[in-house]
């Protein structure tokens, strides 16, 4: 068995540091910022029999556990620049860290996001990353900045993950090629980062400095997670349901399901935020930049509450609720 | 039962955020370092039955998941500035609750140590602390930085939370003031940061930029952990067992007892460091002004390697070896 300085050494360590001033291996990490910007930080926690199963693949979990970090940098508009990876394990077995840390460095380098420290030690399988990213001040994507008149915007689509977790649980009868299609995107989900610099950025924006007003990642549903820009702005919103866009699995399913799970589904890591109408043409512009299909599904109110309608702008009750991970499960 | 962002909202979100940019409550916390510092970055995960007991006082064990993180800082020689949480909890109980955050913000605060987000979830009770310091570039106390001639030097006191312990497992037997004496250093450590910060200082210094040149945190026992700094420097050392700083209870045990837990003990969060000779008044007179004793316990010499000596300077095989979490327990 590895000890833990072996193991350390074996899978963590990498080539020199580069952008670190000094990595693995002391008391600290040293990261120096450019010059005049500031770092987002985030921090997510990930455990076994919680948020993936026991015996999952370790290198889409490798993959998953950053890229729900990377997640959070993108709905701030943060350019990625390093984390810090704790890690409690059962045991140091060789078998599990080689693909983990495969998936996790093949997403990392893919965003040249260092690796500059963390802890290893022996505990039920729990996964702690923190992320850094560099953001120029004045240009984050913060939830409390939504407007009255802002469109609201969804990046990609949503719902098939929530499907895949249908199927594990026997809830919904997939067919297995369906089954492993849905799965991919809750197993290996990709971080909408290219999109949100883009609306962190200036480019295109006529009003204020960002080309979006409020953002955040949906990681435990849109009709939670958009509550909380929501409360941070002090307005209210009027959603289409059926203009969220269903991931391509769950778009063959009943109207019924698509529209529960692509508004309180789960695990979608897909970008929801707000900009001006004036920006709509910009926001088109930067999604295709970027490669990421954006759809607008509704419009900021001043009204509090969250309001839905149908394709038909008909007014729709929609008993929903977000994802809450001490009520749930 | 307080759901997950209710239970954010209690016990963790506090007064408006000061150091910070944006706190808690958005996908990311943002932290402008002041212009030119260097971030010293450290993070440790503490996991019940590994690092604390089950049933451990939780108000206690507040303070000590933010010290093991300070004590890293201290090491670098960092002014602590900020920190992230990340808590798994097997229910949000707020028995439990209340005595952590109290246990927590005490630290954090004698140290205007600003809490600006985190995550929390449920599972087996695991706290992820990532610390964020401030650090002059070139001031680092770097493990790789010791040269041979350099004393070495500890501070406060060792063996004393190897020795509580010892208690609780029956190894040893202590009277019950004893226990709870030397119980006090097992689960309430002090980080060095006012003794660390002024060796990182260039305070007093006549050789180089720092008052000191290596140092770590002495957390897994000082034979294991001075390893560290001879084999990044590419030096060794002679120390005597017997200069070796006991703490009050351990002072009192037997001459074997003593040399094996301050040698090798566990759990001390002292610093050792190394510095040049023309220091030494120095160094003295930074642990006057920092209120914290500090001993001179040996030298770095250049041929690799660990050598003990007793008191009177003959040579001693010891037969001892650092905790790994792997392989121990």
Redesign the interface.
Known sequence: ?????D?IKKYFVRARPVRA??GI?????????S?GM????????L?????FLPGADPRKLGHKCLAVNLS??A??G?KPVAF?????LP??DERWLEPFAQGLFELADQYDCEL?????????L?I?I?V??E?A?GH?L???AARPGDDVWISGTLGDARLALAGYWGEQRLSAADQEAAAVRMHEPQPRVALGMALASGEGAVEGATLARA???ISDGLVGDIA?ILK?SGVGATLDVDALPAGPVLARQPLALRREFTAAGGDDYELCFTAPRAHREAVLEAARRTGTPVTRVGTIDAAPGLRWTDAAGAPLALALAGF????A?
Chains 1, 2 share one sequence.
């Open positions: 068995m590895l000890s833990e300085f193991l001033a000094l291996g002391d008391d600290c990490a040293l990261l120096a910022p010059p500031q770092l987002a930080i985030s921090s997510d926690m455990v076994e029999g919680r948020h959070d940098l709905a701030m943060a810090t990876l704790a890690l409690a045991a140091s500059i420290g963390g802890d290893t030690t022996k505990g039920p729990t702690n923190t850094f990213g953001l001040p984050a913060r939830r409390a953002a955040l990642d909380h941070a809450d991970h001490f009520s499960g």
